[in-house]
């Protein structure tokens, strides 16, 4: 049987139907509704003349069933549809489970949400132990929970508690971390894989059940005390009315899980509902500018085969470290054998975050990355990244000294944070090699990158930076050179804000939970603190000209009296072993005047960008001030935000901020725009 656009069915000598699933025109499977139809004909056909058994596999190499299809989703009007849609798969994932034949899901490669729905609706699941295997139910990122039966399907394979913590996270697990979490059944070097699928479907053998301990959790009178427990531990990482599908899953549990039928029936209702709700609606878009910005690096074929590093301080350092981690053979220089020794430091506790007891994995990282104090890297770096002192003075002579040195196709890139592009350029021979590739700190942690161009870069250039961006698995952000760039110009009115009703006598725990109120990850005060109050003055200070910002005087006092935040123990916080010492009795009567106020420069300073064309549109806007700063996910970014909202109706509040505290709230000229 070969009549299907997605699926070839093959029965081998021993009669085992072995369903091969290789999605028309797409890189990777995806779950969607013609993959659903021709699936549940195949096994109509099946039963009618049953097989030894069925085992259901992936013709993609290294990769399974990367889920439903999110465009199919986004496409749904109302919670109506959105329930059809739903039962289309339930239905599927039912007729397989039903299968009077023993059936295995064998996954080698990436599996996640609908792929592991329909794993999960088989008997067995085997999965390879390679790296690229990885399992996971991520639907809670996208602001819904699994909808095609997982639910249910999970806890009854692995426990609630288990099954729980892997939807509320939606992270992904190693095949070994599933197979002891109890989601897989057995994992197995690749080679033996078909092996292991056609032992299980030979022996069928009773499956286990879940622990004493977790079948004991999922009874009725500890349900309401385990959930209780678990919206506890929720509600420290989100609010329920700004990501109400956790607390929809933790409830869907409680109420159902005594009986399969009505859970899988509530399961479609809960998804629907959460479906159409405006943080799916965001946390879907922000997923799709996600994938945007990851395609904008797709456009040219680039490697930079090897990468010099100038300057291994925080920022230098750090992303020498992290292109070691990603495979790049990369070089550092310093001023001296001494400073590379501290950057060598931090690139071993870097390597240890990211590869835990992977000794190998370290091993290959350092010997990946070379302290270079003389600088021969130089001459055969295809990519130089400069991350020297911020003084451009100092950079341009750097550059002078450097470019004779550097290849003649060698990029040049320069991790400025507040420097203009053209400032720098001037002092080389080839100004068009010269491309920013301004990274976030923590730089393991941030995804995004600003692809700075300035009047002189060449176009090709800033397609190599774009590819190297991606390469190295962040998110690049093509970003015109101008004071602040996108992200700290966006970021640094709504900081200074803050920073002023601290000097007004506000409690900074005030001023931070306005801020976490309205869905930013962390506050103001206790971002610049994390960030260094020397370098919010600095960044401050060069913004402050060009784009008329006040300086609070209390910025500049605190770092001359050497309190610079987190990293000196001491800045609008006290730091306890890194954590910042909080009075939780800290109130102020007018909370929503204080998210107003820093909420409101910020969605200015976003429709300025927007105006100047700093970044090509109002989704790159979104995006680099989501990815750049946290801004809460759920409200789709500022733009969206100010949509959603009605421009004119935040454009009379503005106003009245304006007339309360001053010009610094005048309306930008682009705000009656936004709408049109
Ligand atoms: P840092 O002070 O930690 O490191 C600078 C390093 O450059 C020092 O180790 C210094 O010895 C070295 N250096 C100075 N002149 C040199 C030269 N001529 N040759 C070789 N090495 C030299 O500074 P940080 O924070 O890493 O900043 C570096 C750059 O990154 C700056 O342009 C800064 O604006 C930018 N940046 C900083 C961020 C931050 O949060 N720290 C964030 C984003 C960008």
Redesign the pocket.
Known sequence: MSDYKHWIIARDAENIAWLHLDKADSKVNLLAGEVIDELSNILDTLNSSPPQGIVIVSDKTDSFIFGADIKEFTSLKDAQQAGQFLQRGHDLMNKLEAMSCPTVSMIHGICLGGGTELSLACDYIVASNEDVTKIGLPEIKLGIHPGYGGTQRSIARCGPLPAMSIMLTGRMLAARAAKKMGLIDEITPLRQLKNAAVDYVMRAPKRKKPALLHRLSNQSWLRPLVAKQLRKQVAGKAKSEHYPAPYALINLWKRCAGNKKQMLAEEIHSVAQLAITPTARNLVRVFFLQETLKNLGKQLEYKAHNVHV????????DIAAWCAIQGYRVTV????PE?LAV?YKRAQNSFKKKFKRNRRAIRDANDRLIMDHRGHGIHTADLVIE????DAE?KRS?YQRIEPLMKADAILA?????IMLEDLSSALQQPGRLVGL????PVALMPLVEVIHGAQTDAAVIQKALAFTRDIGKLPLPTRSSPGFLVNRILMPYLLEAVIMVAEGIAPEAVDKAATDFGMPMGPIELADT??LD?CRNVASILSSTLGLALPASLGSMVDDGKLGKKSGQGFYRYNKGKAVKNKNAHYANMQELQDRLIFRLLNEAVACWRENIVENDDQVDAGVIFGTGFAPFRGGPIRHIRSEGSELLSTKLDQLEKNFGERYRQDAAWNDINS
Request: glycine share 18%.
């Open positions: 100038i300057g291994g301080g925080i920022m230098g350092g220089e310093d001023q001296s400073r950057t991350a020297i002192f911020e100092v750097l320069t991790n400025t944070s507040s301004h990274f976030f700190n960030v260094g370098i």
